[in-house]
């Protein structure tokens, strides 16, 4: 156990909260480890959408870069933000057990808005299409920065309200007293659980991490991103999935949705699976979203991203 692991992580306060708790499960089964925090240019660059920035993998290649250079040996990150298809040589090595999947509304103390006009913010194209297919009459505006800014920009700015994952509130002690719980919005895949990723040829790395893997998590997530990846959505179509597990059924249950980006269209699956059938599970559910005019609604949202 004598080589330390060091764990590359972004330098925001919750990337940074999401790192040391790797470190502590780590350290609490005798391993020694350092962070080491890297800017990525998902941080830098916060003056056009994501989507406009081209790659899915925005928050997760430099740190990429710095484990394939050998400058960092494993990384965490929030699940949804990482690509369906992992680097060459670097592999999915844990997943933490889930927080919470929901999606909030942060308002400044009324709701009063949602019955008339108003203006909601949010980075998410699935955040956006989702809320205008609820609220049509209202206005979404792009949001980004981490978690920190984009609460200081609520305050900042004449909005109604921004939509944020309740999980990375929570953990960092951000989450105010005035907010709504959007139990009718669809999650992103993997929304509320955090992945260590490692270099396939690490065994003394990838070892330690199988020690903290949750298998519930772990199948729960890769359901819903397979039902991602077969939409070929990567982090940019409004795709929202989430899959539970029903001990008392031993089933999957499992609700995935397709909008587009107004909101005006939408598809959406729900399914209960026996356990047993969960490898094949998101790719089918996937697949009867795009038989059922999914594939010719992913082209018209490819066509409108690349304007």
Same mark, same amino acid.
């Given at each position: 156990?004598?080589?330390?692991?060091?764990?590359?992580?972004?330098?925001?306060?919750?990337?940074?909260?999401?790192?040391?708790?790797?470190?502590?499960?780590?350290?609490?089964?005798?391993?020694?480890?350092?962070?080491?925090?890297?800017?990525?240019?998902?941080?830098?660059?916060?003056?056009?959408?994501?989507?406009?920035?081209?790659?899915?993998?925005?928050?997760?290649?430099? /740190? *990429? &870069?710095?484990?394939? @250079? =050998?400058?960092?040996?494993?990384?965490?990150? $929030?699940?949804?933000?990482?690509?369906?298809? +992992?680097?060459?040589?670097?592999?999915?090595?844990?997943?933490?057990?889930?927080?919470?999947? /929901? *999606? &909030?509304?942060?308002? @400044? =103390?009324?709701?009063?808005?949602?019955?008339? $006009?108003?203006?909601?913010?949010?980075?998410? +194209?699935?955040?956006?299409?989702?809320?205008?297919?609820?609220?049509?009459?209202?206005?979404?505006? *792009?949001?980004?920065?981490?978690?920190?800014?984009?609460?200081?920009?609520?305050?900042?700015?004449?909005?109604?309200?921004?939509?944020?994952?309740?999980?990375?509130?929570?953990?960092?002690?951000?989450?105010?007293?005035?907010?709504?719980?959007?139990?009718?919005?669809?999650?992103?895949?993997?929304?509320?659980?955090?992945?260590?990723?490692?270099?396939?040829?690490?065994?003394?790395?990838?070892?330690?991490?199988?020690?903290?893997?949750?298998?519930?998590?772990?199948?729960?997530?890769?359901?819903?991103?397979?039902?991602?990846?077969?939409?070929?959505?990567?982090?940019?179509?409004?795709?929202?999935?989430?899959?539970?597990?029903?001990?008392?059924?031993?089933?999957?249950?499992?609700?995935?949705?397709?909008?587009?980006?107004?909101?005006?269209?939408?598809?959406?699956?729900?399914?209960?699976?026996?356990?047993?059938?969960?490898?094949?599970?998101?790719?089918?559910?996937?697949?009867?979203?795009?038989?059922?005019?999914?594939?010719?609604?992913?082209?018209?949202?490819?066509?409108?991203?690349?304007?």
């Amino acid at each position: 156990m004598s080589k330390t692991i060091r764990i590359g992580t972004r330098d925001s306060e919750l990337a940074l909260w999401q790192a040391k708790t790797v470190e502590k499960q780590l350290n609490d089964l005798g391993y020694r480890t350092e962070i080491i925090a890297v800017k990525s240019q998902g941080d830098l660059v916060l003056d056009k959408p994501l989507y406009e920035l081209g790659i899915t993998g925005i928050f997760t290649k430099t /740190l *990429d &870069i710095a484990m394939i @250079k =050998g400058e960092v040996d494993i990384a965490v990150h $929030s699940m949804k933000d990482v690509p369906t298809a +992992l680097p060459q040589g670097i592999v999915q090595a844990a997943v933490l057990p889930r927080a919470n999947v /929901l *999606d &909030i509304l942060v308002h @400044k =103390g009324s709701t009063e808005f949602l019955e008339t $006009s108003a203006t909601i913010a949010t980075g998410s +194209l699935r955040r956006q299409a989702q809320w205008l297919n609820r609220y049509p009459q209202h206005t979404v505006v *792009d949001l980004r920065g981490n978690v920190n800014t984009r609460m200081q920009k609520l305050n900042d700015n004449d909005w109604s309200g921004a939509v944020f994952a309740a999980a990375g509130l929570e953990r960092i002690n951000l989450k105010p007293q005035t907010y709504l719980n959007l139990d009718w919005m669809i999650p992103a895949p993997a929304q509320g659980a955090m992945v260590v990723v490692a270099m396939e040829n690490d065994h003394h790395a990838l070892e330690a991490l199988a020690q903290l893997n949750d298998i519930e998590t772990e199948v729960c997530t890769a359901i819903e991103r397979q039902f991602l990846r077969t939409l070929e959505g990567g982090c940019s179509a409004p795709i929202g999935a989430i899959a539970k597990y029903d001990e008392a059924q031993d089933e999957i249950q499992f609700h995935g949705v397709l909008l587009s980006i107004d909101g005006k269209e939408k598809l959406e699956i729900q399914r209960n699976f026996p356990i047993n059938e969960w490898k094949k599970l998101g790719f089918h559910c996937a697949k009867e979203i795009l038989d059922n005019g999914g594939a010719a609604l992913m082209e018209r949202i490819k066509a409108q991203l690349k304007k």
